[in-house]
């Protein structure tokens, strides 16, 4: 079934999520078996709980993050300890592990000191308590994080992109609204000078039409004749 959920992180969501990563940490597994098994209970894809670790949980977490990191050396030493000088041996001393409360504090019970091992019972491939598996694992850590990093700068340039674009396209209509105005002004003097022009004509035909019309005005005179009267 695919996991759809999108419902904000609850305080527990992330203390689960802060407590299995430190114990994948402690016991030698990658961030990303981490991820996964934390989705499968909180029905999220290992993706959200990855890009939730690196974005949100993991800055409040660092201290723990280091003392997790220094069990899971000192565990490969005693085991690389037991394969290569005592490949008998059957018990080493328990270390107890850091847990978390409710109150996201990290509480660190008392570790037995392992003691260091000599140069004859130093192991070939423990260098300062970093072996293969330990590059490794730490390498696929980077690459994961370079990954979640990789694909938020593409989401971001490409936002950019779409932003510079929208913005082009909004000072392309700007300016076209611009021009409309100015035509539109210009349309309406035009306008306004073609109705003056209309209405002179207007008048100056009417003013010849009554020319036209009016005749030559006449009286009679006292002996009966018609006398033309001038204008």
């Given at each position: 079934?695919?996991?759809?959920?999108?419902?904000?992180?609850?305080?527990?969501?992330?203390?689960?999520?802060?407590?299995?990563?430190?114990?994948?940490?402690?016991?030698?597994?990658?961030?990303?078996?981490?991820?996964?098994?934390?989705?499968?209970?909180?029905?999220?894809?290992?993706?959200?709980?990855?890009?939730?670790?690196?974005?949100?949980?993991?800055?409040?977490?660092?201290?723990?993050?280091?003392?997790?990191?220094?069990?899971?050396k000192q565990k490969k030493?005693?085991?690389?300890?037991?394969?290569?000088?005592?490949?008998?041996?059957?018990?080493?001393?328990?270390?107890?592990?850091?847990?978390?409360?409710?109150?996201?504090?990290?509480?660190?019970?008392?570790?037995?000191?392992?003691?260091?091992?000599?140069?004859?019972?130093?192991?070939?491939?423990?260098?300062?308590?970093?072996?293969?598996?330990?590059?490794?694992?730490?390498?696929?850590?980077?690459?994961?994080?370079?990954?979640?990093?990789?694909?938020?700068?593409?989401?971001?340039?490409?936002?950019?992109?779409?932003?510079?674009?929208?913005?082009?396209?909004?000072?392309?209509?700007?300016?076209?609204?611009?021009?409309?105005?100015?035509?539109?002004?210009?349309?309406?003097?035009?306008?306004?000078?073609?109705?003056?022009?209309?209405?002179?004509?207007?008048?100056?035909?009417?003013?010849?039409?009554?020319?036209?019309?009016s005749g030559p005005t006449?009286?009679?005179?006292?002996?009966?004749?018609?006398?033309?009267?001038?204008?």
């Open positions: 079934m695919t996991k759809v959920r999108q419902d904000a992180w609850s305080h527990e969501d992330d203390l689960l999520l802060a407590e299995t990563v430190l114990r994948h940490i402690r016991e030698g597994s990658t961030q990303l078996d981490a991820f996964e098994e934390v989705g499968d209970r909180l029905n999220r894809t290992g993706a959200a709980c990855g890009f939730r670790w690196n974005a949100i949980v993991r800055r409040k977490y660092e201290q723990a993050i280091e003392i997790a990191k220094k069990q899971r030493r005693a085991e690389q300890r037991e394969r290569v000088v005592r490949p008998t041996a059957t018990a080493f001393p328990v270390m107890e592990t850091a847990h978390l409360t409710d109150s996201s504090e990290l509480i660190i019970e008392d570790q037995e000191a392992l003691p260091l091992p000599t140069i004859a019972e130093a192991a070939p491939a423990d260098l300062g308590g970093l072996n293969l598996t330990d590059v490794i694992r730490y390498l696929q850590t980077l690459q994961n994080g370079s990954a979640t990093n990789g694909r938020l700068e593409k989401e971001n340039t490409h936002l950019k992109e779409e932003n510079s674009r929208l913005q082009k396209k909004v000072d392309d209509l700007e300016r076209e609204v611009e021009s409309l105005t100015n035509r539109q002004q210009t349309v309406e003097d035009d306008y306004q000078a073609l109705i003056g022009i209309m209405d002179r004509a207007r008048r100056m035909v009417a003013f010849k039409d009554q020319e036209a019309t006449f009286k009679m005179d006292q002996n009966g004749n018609l006398e033309k009267i001038a204008k």
